[in-house]
């Protein structure tokens, strides 16, 4: 597996906004489905969203109505952008090419703090 490249994280207030962006290969970007995981201070990594080559989403419940996932074919990028941030996004976030029960090789990830 080829991790992929996270950026974008930073620290925010809460209520605040911060666009995350997901680089890869563009043979890889357009074989397959690409997901955003985060992984908070004690806790496991959880899926955020994915969306699929023929642009189907789907979001966590915790960040629903509140992130967007997208896919700029042209860069090869997924981004996630984060509205209405809350103390508790805060975690490292990841995307990666596989489902969790199939990821083994994992980014450095891009760090989010919301924090007053």
């Known amino acids: 597996q080829v991790p992929l490249v996270e950026s974008g994280g930073g620290l925010v207030q809460p209520g605040g906004s911060l666009r995350l962006s997901c680089a890869a290969p563009?043979?890889?970007?357009?074989?397959?489905?690409l997901y955003w995981y985060r992984q908070a201070p004690g806790k496991t990594r959880e899926l955020v969203a994915y969306i699929t080559t023929s642009g189907t989403t789907n979001y966590a419940d915790s960040v629903r109505g509140r992130f967007t996932i997208s896919r700029d074919n042209a860069e090869n990028t997924v981004s996630l952008q984060m509205n209405s941030l809350k103390p508790e996004d805060t975690a490292v976030y990841y995307c990666?090419?596989?489902?969790?029960?199939?990821?083994?090789?994992w980014g450095q990830g891009t760090q989010v703090t919301v924090s007053s």
């Open positions: 990666n090419r596989f489902p969790i029960e199939m990821a083994k090789n």
């Open positions: 563009g043979s890889i970007f357009r074989a397959n489905v």
